[in-house]
């Protein structure tokens, strides 16, 4: 594994896109997009709703392709990995998803991704439960998000909140260095918000974060920056006081939060 | 009596290693591959070929019709089904009709249009008094070799991380893939698995069903009487359905000729008016 770094990009950056396009048909639902995470930093993604948030999350996750332009992880090009590589390579998402394999448990779901990023995965006529270092793991996950008391009930049957939780677990069990949080509050009745919230701030300091989210109440209290997407293209990025202040931001978004 | 129902265990247990590959690729991969009768074709053709004309051992045969069945899977998946997973199910029926029309035509070219008889060994086609039952050795071959197919698999499914990858595939690939599964490569390994037990089974049962180029055909109905009634969520469904099957199968066959050929479909709907998603169906998610 050759750790150069393809341009003069500094050490220090977890994720960069260059240049990123992606058309469909006429429409160009990102617009030259150069966006830059640093090691370890708390970064949020904003923008109206179709400014492509949604597009931009699958190019960097590999579900779509770009139709031009760069995608670096800690300077190695990932443009053209496949969406389970670039979660091996330490690129992982959380989703949105209600009925995040129903029949399974939080055990079970939590444990297929540790197994998978132990470097064990390919031993794959061996029960997840044969390993003392796998097991201690997923102790230890459950456990930091609050799962353990649920651990072997079936995910279908689990308060929404504590679904959104485990979702956050089964993307942190995969052991990433960047960490794509799509919406971690969305949906969550007001009773189970804190524990999200909680879960989000206590994120470990090494993964880098970028958060996709509407909810500026949560954006402003844990981001350490902000990137703007209108239309496709980012508007702007900065510190959350001068994306807060940015009469811009607030003529496109901030004045449209109305809306959504 | 208890003779017939030996025969239509083991007529079930054949039927349940030929249609897990189905009820697999159906539930799990949503891909009505109604061609699936013509891999157990292909695993019969190539068990024939080999122990009849170049003196291949039977228990040998069994083996390698798996696996060039198995390889012949991966072949067609690559290069014909990965184009119509995405499809509409009408699309992949007409797909694989046509799919089973041409087989049919390159297997009687090549093979001819009669019956074929794979020359099993003697000591198999010997029959045993235990208990007051009639047992054929033959059959009592099948049980074993089925009954522990189908344990191991449901070991496999339910036991071993690759269970749990495809089980999670299944489910939503997206947030498998999310999760560093490499999707494609599970659904590949399990078709290859699926298509190489239909040779398998086409290979030990051409004694009992027969073996001629209208195989596919004839015992597509079978296949999917199983994957209909026993639901394909699970492969214990599909199991307790082919015995079930088997069982109700000989027994008319046996008792009420006139009108055994439909003991079968009245079975079917009988289970389905009960339970329309199948006996151990979960309810329709998608």
Redesign the interface.
């Known amino acids: 594994m050759s750790d150069a770094p393809l341009s003069d990009a500094p050490r220090d950056i977890a994720l960069q896109t260059v240049n990123l396009f992606r058309n469909f048909g006429g429409l160009t639902a990102t617009n030259d997009v150069s966006l830059t995470l640093r090691r370890g930093e708390r970064h949020a993604l904003i923008g109206p709703n179709g400014a492509g948030k949604t597009t931009l999350i699958n190019l960097l996750t590999g579900v779509l392709r770009p139709s031009s332009g760069r995608i670096l992880l800690e300077g190695e090009d990932i443009t053209e990995a496949r969406a389970d590589e670039r979660v091996r390579r330490g690129l992982a998402r959380t989703f949105q998803i209600n009925q995040l394999f129903a029949a399974m448990t939080p055990l079970e779901g939590v444990g297929m991704a540790v197994s998978q990023t132990k470097g064990k995965g390919w031993e794959f006529w061996r029960s997840v439960g044969h390993s003392r270092p796998v097991i201690d793991e997923i102790v230890e996950v459950l456990d930091r998000f609050g799962l353990c008391d649920v651990m072997g009930e079936k995910i279908s049957s689990l308060p929404y909140g504590k679904q959104r939780l485990l979702e956050i677990a089964m993307a942190i069990a995969c052991r990433p260095r960047v960490l794509l949080l799509d919406e971690p509050a969305a949906g969550v009745p007001e009773g189970e918000r804190e524990d999200i919230l909680d879960v989000v701030a206590k994120l470990p300091e090494d993964v880098t974060v970028l958060l996709i989210e509407h909810d500026m109440d949560l954006v402003f209290r844990f981001a350490s920056r902000i990137s703007v997407l209108v239309s496709g293209a980012l508007l702007t990025a900065g510190t959350v006081d001068e994306i807060s202040t940015d009469p811009r931001v607030r003529a496109v978004y901030l004045g449209e939060a109305d809306h959504g | 009596m208890l003779t017939n129902l030996f025969d239509g265990f083991a007529y079930g247990m054949l039927l349940f290693v030929l249609a897990c590959g189905l009820a697999v690729t159906l539930g799990l991969m949503n891909l009505v591959n109604l061609a699936h009768g013509a891999f157990a074709m292909a695993g019969g053709y190539v068990c024939m070929i080999l122990v009849n004309r170049h003196g291949v051992p039977f228990f040998a045969g069994l083996p390698i019709a798996f696996i060039v069945c198995a390889a012949l899977g991966v072949v067609a998946e690559r290069l014909l089904y990965t184009h119509i997973y995405r499809r509409s199910h009408l699309d992949q029926v007409l797909f694989c009709i046509g799919l089973i029309f041409m087989v049919d035509a390159v297997v009687d070219y090549f093979q001819g249009p009669q019956q074929q008889f794979i020359n099993i060994p003697d000591f198999l086609k010997d029959r045993f008094e235990f208990l007051g039952v009639s047992v054929g050795a033959y059959r009592l071959l099948i049980i074993g070799v089925c009954g522990l197919i189908a344990v191991s698999l449901q070991l496999?499914l339910t036991?071993?991380?690759?269970g749990?990858?495809l089980?999670?595939a299944v489910?939503?690939r997206?947030?498998a893939?999310?999760?560093?599964?490499?999707?494609d490569l599970v659904f590949m390994l399990t078709f290859a698995v699926g298509s190489g037990l239909a040779g398998l089974g086409g290979a030990l049962g051409a004694e009992i069903l027969g073996l001629d180029p209208t195989f596919p055909l004839k015992y597509m109905i079978y296949f999917l009487i199983v994957v209909t009634v026993g639901g394909t969520a699970s492969i214990t469904g599909p199991f307790l359905a082919s015995l079930l099957l088997g069982v109700a199968d000989v027994a008319g066959k046996y008792y009420i000729p006139d009108f055994g050929a439909f003991v079968i479909y009245t079975v079917m709907i009988l289970v389905l008016i009960w339970r329309p998603q199948g006996l151990f169906g979960?309810v329709a998610?998608r």
Do not use: K, L, Y
Not at chain 2, 159 to 162: K, L, P, Y
Not at chain 2, 177 to 183: Q, S, Y
């Open positions: 496999v036991r071993t991380r690759f749990s990858r089980r999670a489910d939503d997206r947030v893939r999310g999760m560093g599964i490499n999707v979960r998610t």
